[in-house]
Nanobody, 112 residues
Framework: EVQLVESGGGLVQPGGSLRLSCAAS????????MSWVRQAPGKGLEWVSS????????YYANSVKGRFTISRDNPKNTLYLQLNSLKTEDAAMYYC?????RGQGTQVTVSS
């Protein structure tokens, strides 16, 4: 059974940073491309970033490019998303995604 467990969200001031983690199990993580998506209140899902199975190629939405960094630790079956220079519009529930699976999410709140 595929399991994705996100953590690391919280309340941060504009300009602040957070690192999100996603612990994966139930599949061969090291062979799986992975992604992060987010959903702000009242809005649809927004793709944020993706990474290839080996981590050598990364993709970012224009809205986060240059501020967010996706990475992975295959021996630890963990996906990360470093969020820097956070803006109020980054506030959302962030989800780790593999194919059609996603976790329960971790909440990021950006407020002064």
């Amino acid at each position: 059974e595929v399991q994705l467990v996100e953590s690391g969200g919280g309340l941060v001031q504009p300009g602040g940073s957070l690192r999100l983690s996603c612990a994966a199990s139930g599949f061969v993580f090291s062979s799986s491309p992975m992604s992060w998506v987010r959903q702000a209140p009242g809005k649809g899902l927004e793709w944020v970033s993706s990474i290839t199975w080996g981590g050598s190629i990364k993709y970012y939405a224009n809205s986060v490019k240059g501020r967010f960094t996706i990475s992975r630790d295959n021996p630890k079956n963990t996906l990360y998303l470093q969020l820097n220079s956070l803006k109020t519009e980054d506030a959302a529930m962030y989800y780790c995604v593999k194919d059609n699976y996603r976790g329960q999410g971790t909440q990021v709140t950006v407020s002064s």
